[in-house]
């Protein structure tokens, strides 16, 4: 993993994640010549870095945490910095991205390939444009066929949101998802919404599927 020296300046970090290759990016709110809210921004609108970024910030105030990950930030770590927990907080953030993922953990019909170090995902051959969070609900769904997934446990583990944060964000995503990789069954998965609870990954008979459309 490289490491970069956050005392430069918010314009040499985003000059050298465009010339070096990072694991990963901590950020911290009060930059020296800059807000490091708007550095994440940055990265992530106008320089395409896909890669994970923890966000430190003094304020524990919620609407300055949501802001954050709105803007960018995979999750937030409140001063003053507690090291086991920080490092928690990396290694939970590495696992949440694929880092520690080896490909025979997830499992999907052939017709759907995933790279896991482009973050990206074809049908058929033909590339299918996700966002990075689209991304990472995929491989979580590919990877936890048959088990059902909570709102909240989807919000912590790809948002960095605890679960009691009341949204639609997750409904949104794994819609747009499911329309995107046609996760409707016509390929052997179905993702499906269970009442009340969550989301399930479900594999299914192709020539039921088809049966059921003519009918």
């Known amino acids: 993993m490289n490491e ?4 430069g300046v918010a314009s040499e970090l ?8 990072f694991d990963f990016l901590i950020i911290d709110w009060r930059l020296p010549d800059g807000c490091g809210m708007d550095v994440v921004a940055h990265l992530r609108q106008n320089d395409g870095w896909r890669g994970p970024i923890l966000f430190i910030t003094a304020s524990q105030n919620e609407e300055d945490v949501v802001t954050a990950l709105e803007q960018g930030a995979d999750d937030f770590l409140a001063k003053p ?21 080896s490909a025979h953990a997830i499992a999907c019909p052939d017709i759907f390939a995933i790279n896991q170090e482009e973050h ?3 049908i058929a051959g033909n590339y ?15 990877s936890k066929v048959g088990e059902l997934l909570t709102r ?6 790809v948002w960095g949101i605890k679960g009691s944060v009341s949204t ?14 046609e996760l409707d069954g016509r390929h052997g998965l179905r993702l499906r ?3 009340q609870s969550g989301y399930r990954m479900e594999v299914c008979s192709i020539s039921s599927v088809e049966q059921a459309a003519n009918h």
């Open 4 to 7: 970069y020296d956050r005392s």
């Open 14 to 21: 985003r000059r050298a994640t465009q010339e070096q290759r």
């Open 81 to 101: 910095l507690r090291p086991r927990e920080l490092i928690a907080r990396v290694s939970a953030l590495g696992r949440r991205v694929g880092y520690e993922t």
């Open 120 to 122: 990206s995902i074809s």
């Open 128 to 142: 299918v444009a996700l966002t990075e969070r689209e991304y990472r609900l995929a491989i979580l769904f590919f």
């Open 152 to 157: 909240a446990y989807l919000l912590e583990l």
């Open 168 to 181: 639609r964000t997750v409904d949104t995503h794994v819609s747009r998802l499911r329309r995107k990789l």
């Open 193 to 195: 919404s269970v009442y």
